[in-house]
């Protein structure tokens, strides 16, 4: 089996992404953010087996010479690696410039100069902003309605150029606003479950009428893998999406529903975005991942929620639900 890196492993796609390529019989290079506590984040949550069967590499994808280090020997990269917080890249935009543009143009030269078979870059359904037409297709107009957007805009550009300029064989691979175990607080879903299993009677939000199209975590790994197994999505941009679409404040609701029923819902003025910057609509359409790879789905919206949940029970101590997370 193909020798795979993965960047970004430890994060919360890449985690779910690393343990389904080990399961599959991939032999797996991890790329974890080096740090002086040698933690490896999710992955030290994994299984003995697992975790032993795989290849830690600590560095940083805005250090190119660290990125050709660990992408040697490898037959594949699935390139995660990103600062995603929309929020907080109102704040720091060199910092999203640096991870995402630079780091991804790291990963680009290194496989152009080390002849790497394939190389799988992550994108966002933000890229497109918000929809000009509904469900968004690989044909809709990019939009950058923040500095996160925008610079995974410019990574995707990147990567093209990459394809054409030198043909290497990249794939985009662009997930709708994925959900699940491990995810930080920054994200909705989180969010609204940590207030509401911490016992808060006030669930604090911002804007309640933008709505998402939520993959869960473990459909979204396996789009990678299949965009990965498909020759036909080389040189391709491939949503994956649900084709479904609920606004935060029904989802909001739903929660409520379940967790705690007697729960309101109040609007916290910071975590509000900026009226220009707000995606108020996306609903991915699906059919080119269909078209040119064995995805489909296999969770249903309900029964991803229930393991999400069932999930932040267990770890709940491992989030801060009384704090803002930008």
Not at 25 to 45: E, H, K
Not at 68 to 92: G, N, Q, W
Not at 120 to 145: M, N
Not at 181 to 188: G, K
């Amino acid at each position: 089996m193909a020798k795979i890196l993965v960047t970004g492993a430890e994060g919360f796609i890449g985690s779910h992404l690393t343990e389904l390529l080990v399961k599959e019989g991939y032999d797996v290079r991890a790329m974890v953010q080096y740090n002086s506590f040698n933690n490896w984040g999710w992955i030290d949550t994994f299984d003995k087996e697992v975790k032993d069967s795989l290849d830690i590499f600590l560095g940083d994808v805005r250090d190119p010479n660290g990125v050709r280090t660990a992408m040697k020997d490898v037959d594949a990269v699935f390139h995660l690696a990103a600062l995603i917080a929309i929020p907080y890249s109102y704040h720091s935009p060199d910092m999203y410039v640096d991870t995402n543009i630079k780091g991804t143009l790291n990963i680009l030269q290194a496989a152009r100069d080390l002849n790497t078979e394939r190389v799988l870059v992550t994108s966002t359904s933000e890229v497109y902003g918000t929809a000009q037409y509904v469900p968004i297709d690989e044909k809709h107009p990019y939009q950058g309605q923040s500095p996160y957007s925008a610079t995974k805009i410019g990574a995707d550009r990147l990567a093209e150029s990459f394809y054409r300029s030198f043909d290497l064989p990249v794939s985009i691979v662009r997930p709708f606003n994925t959900y699940g175990p491990r995810q930080s607080a920054r994200a909705v879903i989180p969010t609204i479950i940590t207030q509401l299993l911490s016992g808060m009677k006030e669930i604090k939000l911002g804007s309640l009428e933008p709505t998402r199209d939520f993959n869960y975590v473990k459909d979204t790994a396996r789009g990678f893998l299949e965009i990965y197994r498909s020759n036909k999505t080389i040189g391709q941009e491939i949503n994956i999406a649900t084709q479904r679409e609920i606004s935060i404040g029904e989802l909001a609701e739903e929660l409520i529903r379940q967790i705690a029923p007697d729960a309101k819902i109040v609007c916290d003025a910071q975590r509000v975005r900026p009226e220009k910057s707000e995606v108020e609509r996306l609903l991915g359409c699906n059919e080119k991942i269909k078209a040119l790879t064995d995805w489909r789905p296999q969770y249903t919206f309900e029964e991803g929620l229930a393991e999400t949940i069932a999930f932040f029970r267990e770890n709940l101590d491992k989030y801060k639900a009384d704090i803002y997370n930008v």
